[in-house]
Structure formats: C-alpha cells, structure tokens
C-alpha cells in the first residue's frame, strides 16, 4: 500500500518570496508522483508529475518539483510567488506496479499576501 | 473539448432525501472516478470505474451510496436516504489507464449541502 504525506496544512507567505510545499511518500514498489492545484471553488487540475527520467520537473507556471527516492520525496517548489498561486496544493502518488488507483495527500494551502 | 461535466453544480436537500449526481467524462476516457471533499476528512475515492465496471467500491460509506456508469459517457452517484453528514463537494474525475501514469481529470464538482 502506499500513502502520501503533506506535512504543511496550511503555508502562508509574501507575494515574491519563494516557496516550497512538502511531500512525502512511501510505497514498496516504485512510483509516479504528482502534484495537482485546487484554486477556489474549481476541481483539481495537475500541476506536473514524474515518471521517469530527470528528477527535475518543471510546470508551465513557474512551479517544479525534484524526486528524491532516498528520502521518498516530492517537494514543490517556486522562487517567486504571485498572489494568483493562492489554492490548494495535493500531492498524490501512484504505484507502477498496476492498481492504477492514485493516493493524495490531505492538501496544503498555500495563502499569497500582498 | 468540454472537460469533465458534472451536474447539477449545488444541491441543497432535506434529509431523507434521494440525491443522484450526474457526471459525464471526457471522450475516449476509460476510467472515472468519484471523490468527496469535506475540511474534516480531506480528498477521499469513493468508486474507481474501468471500462464502465466497477472496481474498487471500498470507499463507498455504507449502502446508502451507490453508483452506476451504464455506459462509456454517463455515470451517477446516488445517495438514498441523504444525511447531513453527506455535505460535501463531490468530485467525477475521468482517465485513459496507462500503467498509473495517467494524469485525472476533475470536474467542477456538485456542492451538495443536505439540511
């Protein structure tokens, strides 16, 4: 079985300033990673995702994430924040190994002041 | 493309009540899934559907819920009676299975407050 673990519930911060989201996961068998953003009142929508390759994944939107299987990993992180990137933020993880069911984390919201 | 439809997108309902969700995927899709989202308990699968059967319904709360997908571009989710307990966003996210890598695709969800 696999799980995710988003320590931060909440991550208040200044517009500019960097930021990072933290997720952990754990899971026997290797895995996908993804992060989704949930902005007010809308579904979620996938932000990136790992696969394979480069552990460095980047969004469209500034956003990037690194894999780190030594310590079970999936921070997100941009070095600029704006105040539009307020919403919430879920970390899920699915296994390669077929039960195709992804696990999310509880979500962290990420709160932009001016 | 329309993206995931759901209807309706608010439900207000006294308890007792029968309560059926309506959620159509996005063409070409062969998974669907059901979530509900409340503050107290987080982003929780309901039902996972592939190719129209169900799969996994260990989410499902107790046998006032149950779900359907008679075909590849309609699925429900009907709460009968509905409590208080069952307000919460509910989500419909569709897919095309690829080993798990596949990214979900969510709807704007159904508001649903049962008083």
């Known amino acids: 079985a696999q799980s995710v673990t988003q320590l931060d519930s909440q991550v208040p911060v200044f517009e500019e300033a960097p930021v990072e989201l933290r997720c952990n996961y754990s899971s026997s068998v290797s895995v996908y990673l993804f992060w989704y953003v949930q902005y007010p009142n809308q579904g979620l929508q996938l932000l990136l995702k790992?696969?394979?390759?480069?552990?460095l994944v980047e969004s469209i939107n500034g956003f990037e994430a690194e894999f780190n299987k030594s310590q079970t990993s999936f921070h997100l992180r941009k070095p600029s924040v704006h105040i539009s990137d307020t919403a919430e933020y879920f970390c899920?993880?699915?296994?390669?190994?077929?039960?195709?069911?992804?696990?999310f984390g509880r979500g962290t919201s990420l709160i932009v002041h001016p | 493309d329309a993206g995931v439809i759901q209807s309706p997108r608010h439900e207000v309902t006294e308890m007792g009540q029968e309560v059926t969700l309506r959620c159509k995927p996005i063409s070409g899709h062969n998974s669907l899934f059901w979530y509900r989202q409340t503050m107290m308990r987080g982003l929780e699968l309901l039902i996972y559907?592939?190719?129209?059967?169900?799969?996994?319904d260990s989410g499902m709360p107790e046998d006032r819920f149950s779900a359907k997908m008679p075909n590849a571009s309609f699925s429900t989710l009907k709460i009968q009676p509905s409590e208080p307990r069952d307000s919460a966003v509910y989500f419909c996210a569709s897919s095309f299975r690829q080993g798990g890598a596949e990214t979900q695709y969510f709807g704007p969800g159904t508001r649903l407050l049962v008083l």
């Open positions: 559907f592939n190719n129209n059967v169900p799969i996994d």
């Open positions: 899920a993880v699915s296994d390669s190994g077929g039960s195709y069911i992804p696990t």
């Open positions: 790992y696969l394979s390759g480069s552990t």
